[in-house]
């Protein structure tokens, strides 16, 4: 099995190389730094932009799955979050459908919700309420991956993570909130 990683050199995508080079035959990582560190055995690494979809459509050739953690982390100028955050996504689904990818891991964010009041008991069903342009760029992508399920049939797996500091400072400073997984019959 190979697997694409976006986003490989950032603090997520780091933390998944080595699990994620144990699970595949080959890793190919990408990210826009000229280098990453120590590579698996197993593992490639290809600086590329994600916002050039020629660049993607090459990088997901002969990929089963894509671990897309590749984006700007926070916010940032409108500019860039259409260029690293938006247009990304959709090459990324695009050529992952072009290819026959399997199955994408998407790293969203709470912040896809975030204007919800924090009372307010937020689930899988609540909409999208983005409190910036990356939480918008985040429900730009959620419902992506939900339109190339419903047309194409693409997987998707989509975690809008909450937090992603290395100790939680309290309970609600930890964990992932799985918010859509659409299976397929395997």
Request: proline share 4%.
């Amino acid at each position: 099995m190979k697997i694409v990683l976006t986003g490989a050199a950032g603090h997520l995508g780091g933390i998944c190389r080595a699990p994620l080079a144990q699970m595949c035959d080959e890793l190919v990582s990408t990210d826009l730094r000229d280098e990453i560190g120590d590579l698996a055995a197993n593992e490639t690494y290809v600086k590329a932009d994600i916002g050039d979809f020629d660049a993607m459509l090459s990088l997901l050739e002969g990929a089963d799955q894509v671990v897309h953690f590749g984006s700007i982390p926070d916010e940032a100028p409108w500019e860039e979050i259409l260029h690293s955050n938006i247009l990304s996504a959709y090459n990324i689904w695009e050529s992952a459908y072009r290819h026959g990818v399997k199955r994408i891991v998407f790293a969203s964010s709470i912040h896809a919700v975030g204007m919800h009041p924090k009372q307010q008991f937020i689930d899988t069903e609540v909409p999208h309420r983005p409190d910036t342009y990356y939480g918008l760029a985040k429900c730009f992508t959620e419902d992506l991956a939900s339109l190339y399920w419903d047309k194409r049939g693409l997987e998707t797996v989509a975690m809008r993570i909450y937090s992603a500091s290395g100790k939680p400072g309290n309970r609600g400073e930890s964990g992932v909130e799985m918010i859509r997984k659409r299976s397929v019959k395997n």
